[in-house]
């Protein structure tokens, strides 16, 4: 479980929620029409512009913005660095046995002790990764979509109250709800997009980052022990993936 995703979407909601119940009666913050106009409304809108199956697909996609546990950059380095030692020793054949957890990763070794050309490993590998990355993306592309239409739904909800407030100002028992639909949506529309959808997309957006970084440190360290270059060297050029601040660390260790 990611710790900051889930303190920021309790607290988030939390702080909201806590802003109601302080200020009065929580009852009147509940409006049914607002919940159909706003929710109803975004996520019907929202699947116009994607295919079923990449709009359903969004909501399981959203459990890698809590639920996700990245590489580290520095165990895949000193993967590389051991798969190069062997290779160097006993030939890249060897690295048919060499166990790893990243499919990703084996699958790599897997072509390079075949005996594949350099290109066609960098050609695979390179498309898998551009492959993937676009399908990671298609969750992002769906919450960012809820989150660009929330708002506007919102403002429709706030139209539609402000018509029906009007269209009965002789009755002032009929301006209350029809105000009430008039605001909520909007708030409704608001916190939508800015607690939950564009949060969760900017974080699928935040966690492709980290899998193309870790999967390009994998395939430059494969291309690396298949051109035959020294172990220590293979480490010291996928350094430069670390954060400044952790290369030195990693060199004392090294």
Do not use: C, W
């Not at 512009?49 to 890698?64: C, D, I, N, T």
């Not at 499919?103 to 050309?117: M, V």
């Not at 605001?183 to 969760?200: K, R």
């Not at 051109?227 to 060199?251: D, F, H, S, W």
């Amino acid at each position: 479980m990611d710790l900051a995703t889930l303190i920021g979407f309790i607290g988030a909601l939390g702080v909201i929620a806590a802003a109601i119940f302080i200020g009065g009666s929580p009852a009147i913050f509940l409006n049914l029409p607002s919940m159909l106009i706003v929710l109803a409304g975004t996520l019907l809108a929202v699947l116009i512009k994607f295919p079923l199956g990449q709009f359903l697909g969004a909501f399981k996609a959203a459990g890698r913005a809590f639920r996700y546990r990245s590489e580290s950059p520095q165990g895949l380095i000193d993967q590389t660095v051991e798969l190069a030692q062997v290779a160097r020793k006993e030939g890249l054949l060897a690295l048919e046995g060499y166990e790893v957890a990243n499919p990703f990763f084996r699958q790599g070794i897997q072509l390079i002790a075949d005996g594949h050309e350099s290109e066609l490993v960098k050609k695979v590998l390179g498309q898998e990764i551009d492959l993937t990355m676009a399908r990671d993306e298609q969750g992002e592309q769906v919450f960012r979509a809820i989150g660009d239409v929330a708002p506007a739904m919102g403002m429709i909800g706030t139209l539609i109250g402000l018509v029906q407030m009007l269209s009965n100002m002789a009755d002032p028992k009929q301006i209350g709800p029809a105000m009430a639909v008039a605001l909520l949506t909007t708030l409704y529309g608001a916190v939508l997009a800015n607690s939950v959808a564009i949060p969760i997309a900017d974080k699928l957006a935040n966690r492709n980052g980290e899998e193309r970084l870790n999967r390009t440190l994998i395939l430059e360290g494969l291309l690396s022990i298949q051109e035959g270059l020294n172990p220590r060297v293979i480490g010291e050029l996928l350094k430069t993936y670390l954060p400044v601040k952790q290369r030195a660390p990693a060199e004392e260790a090294a």
